[in-house]
């Protein structure tokens, strides 16, 4: 079975500072992993994806996120936040092994960046 | 082009009363699914449905019912609505034919509050 886990329920950053959100996960095949961000009052807006390849990958809104295969870990990173970029983000995989294009997510984390 | 449309945005029931959340997306996308959204549990897949015809269930689809009669159109039904539904639902589709890495990630309705009292 695949999993996500979030261990951070929130996260306070001061405008201007790095942001970190953590997300570790688990699948028996080969993950393809997401970020998703939701505002408030909204639905979810996918900002970035691993699939394959560069470790690194960039996504929306100066988003990146790293794949650590060892550490079974895809952090969501920006070098400098933003107030528009408090919200509840969503760390998702799916197992490569896995039938359909089920998405198992964790539990979110919410980011408050303070001006 | 509306993507993935959700009615309606807010609806307060009764325990036991039924209803009907509409799903409706224009894009022809073949997966379709149905999540709830609660406090500190992320998101939870209810019913999915990989094409007109077909639908399977997900985490947690105890009281609820789906249809996929159609491509743009994937209905989610409560039968005997119960306070342990009140929550935000999400429906959410995606195309996993697309693209070279046939990833299919997922668009997102606005959701609907549902309130069971």
């Known amino acids: 079975a695949q999993s996500v886990a979030q261990p951070e329920d929130q996260v306070n950053v001061a405008e201007g500072n790095p942001l970190t959100v953590k997300c570790t996960y688990s699948v028996s095949g080969n993950p393809y992993l997401f970020w998703y961000v939701q505002y408030p009052n909204r639905g979810l807006q996918f900002l970035l994806k691993y699939i394959t390849g560069d470790n690194l990958v960039k996504g929306s809104y100066g988003f990146e996120a790293e794949f650590n295969k060892s550490q079974t870990s895809f952090h969501l990173k920006k070098p400098s936040a933003l107030v528009s970029d408090s919200a509840l983000y969503f760390c998702a995989v799916r197992d490569t092994k896995a039938a359909g294009n089920k998405l198992t997510f964790g539990g979110g984390t919410r980011v408050l960046v303070k001006p | 082009n509306a993507g993935v449309t959700q009615t309606p945005k807010f609806q307060v029931l009764k325990t036991g009363q039924s209803m009907t959340l509409q799903c409706a997306q224009d894009?022809?996308?073949?997966?379709m699914s149905w999540y709830r959204q609660d406090p500190g549990m992320g998101l939870r897949l209810i019913h999915y449905s990989v094409g007109a015809g077909i639908t399977d269930q997900g985490e947690v689809p105890n009281g609820y019912n789906v249809s996929r009669s159609t491509t743009e159109d994937f209905p989610l039904r409560l039968l005997s609505a119960a306070p342990s539904q009140t929550s935000v639902y999400f429906c959410?589709?995606?195309?996993?034919?697309?693209?070279?890495?046939?990833?299919?990630?997922?668009?997102f309705g606005e959701g609907s509050r549902l309130t069971v009292l």
């Open positions: 894009m022809n996308h073949e997966y």
């Open positions: 959410a589709s995606s195309n996993p034919r697309t693209g070279l890495m046939n990833t299919g990630e997922l668009f």
